[in-house]
């Protein structure tokens, strides 16, 4: 009989992805150049924004894509690899940048809710990631024979 274990934490790192993929489109327009300053101004700064849009929208992809996967239990050592670079280690390495200059002094860092994003959030998608990597998919996984226990 095999433990349980990873397949709870399968789920719950397909949860958190979901979770993660929805707050980063919701917050997509925030970085929307016509929402910052004059649209005359606007078609300057969009061939600047361009490659952030495009990682973001990707994030949004590979996050909500990678957390059906998970819960399915499709490739998903994979999926906790990849999703556990993009989700979890460059947020965290951004956030531990931004958390270092700034000495934790800032108003986004103080944000509440269900979007609240701060180092702590990726550190544990992170490790949730790398230990999912090492543990396995464990039981109730799609299989192309079907389901697998």
């Keep these: 009989m095999r433990p349980n274990w990873p397949t709870a934490l399968r789920l719950a790192l ?3 992805l ?3 993929g929805y707050c980063i489109f919701r917050g997509l327009d925030a970085v929307r150049p016509e929402a910052l300053v004059a649209p005359d101004l606007a078609r300057l700064l969009l061939p ?3 490659p952030v849009l495009l990682f973001g929208y990707f994030s949004v992809v590979l996050a909500i894509v990678g957390g059906l996967l998970m819960i399915l239990g499709i490739s998903v050592r994979w999926v906790a690899g990849l999703n556990g ?4 280690l460059v947020p965290l390495v951004y956030s ?3 958390h270092l200059l700034t000495r934790g002094r800032s108003a986004a860092d103080a944000e509440w809710g ?3 994003n701060n180092w702590a959030y990726s550190a544990l998608v992170l490790l949730a990631s790398l230990a999912q990597i090492a543990a396995g998919p464990g039981v ?3 299989t ?3 389901w697998r226990r």
């Design 48 to 50: 600047a924004l361009g």
């Design 140 to 142: 109730w996984v799609l």
């Design 85 to 88: 670079f993009v989700v979890g």
């Design 114 to 116: 269900a979007c609240a």
């Design 18 to 20: 979901l979770r993660q």
């Design 96 to 98: 531990l940048e931004h």
């Design 144 to 146: 192309r024979a079907g």
């Design 14 to 16: 397909g949860l958190l």
